[in-house]
């Protein structure tokens, strides 16, 4: 069974960083897609960025200047690296995995992904 579990929320300052972990077993995960997704309250989750077992890395154009995904070989663990952080990023940052040949055109949508970890907690204070 995979299992997503994700660490490294915390709170932080304006323009400070975080680097977010994304803990997968059960599986090997060269052959699946892992996108970070974050959820602010009262907000739909809004995908921010994918990576895949062949290295392939998007995305969103609201976090591309920011945000930067990053994975060790086999994809055990994903990484988010956060840095000029905004009070806006405040949300619970979840990681998702989907099989490759499973996923859809929209990497971004959560209804594309199976399994999904529990989220950690990001805050950022003005």
């Known amino acids: 069974e995979v299992q997503l579990v994700e660490s490294g929320g915390g709170l932080v300052q304006a323009g400070g960083s975080l680097r977010l972990s994304c803990a997968a077993s059960?599986?090997?995960?060269?052959?699946?897609?892992i996108t970070w997704f974050r959820q602010a309250p009262g907000k739909e989750r809004e995908g921010l960025s994918c990576?895949?077992?062949?290295?392939?890395?998007f995305s969103s154009d609201s976090v591309k200047d920011r945000f930067i995904i990053s994975s060790d070989n086999n994809m055990h663990t994903v990484y988010l690296q956060l840095n000029s952080l905004k009070p806006e990023d405040t949300a619970i940052y979840f990681c998702?995995?989907?099989?490759?040949?499973?996923?859809?055109?929209?990497?971004?949508?959560?209804?594309?992904?199976?399994?999904w970890g529990q989220g950690t907690q990001v805050t950022v204070s003005s």
């Open positions: 998702a995995a989907v099989r490759w040949a499973q996923i859809g055109s929209d990497w971004y949508e959560a209804y594309e992904y199976d399994h």
């Open positions: 990576i895949s077992g062949d290295g392939s890395a």
């Open positions: 059960g599986s090997t995960f060269d052959g699946y897609v």
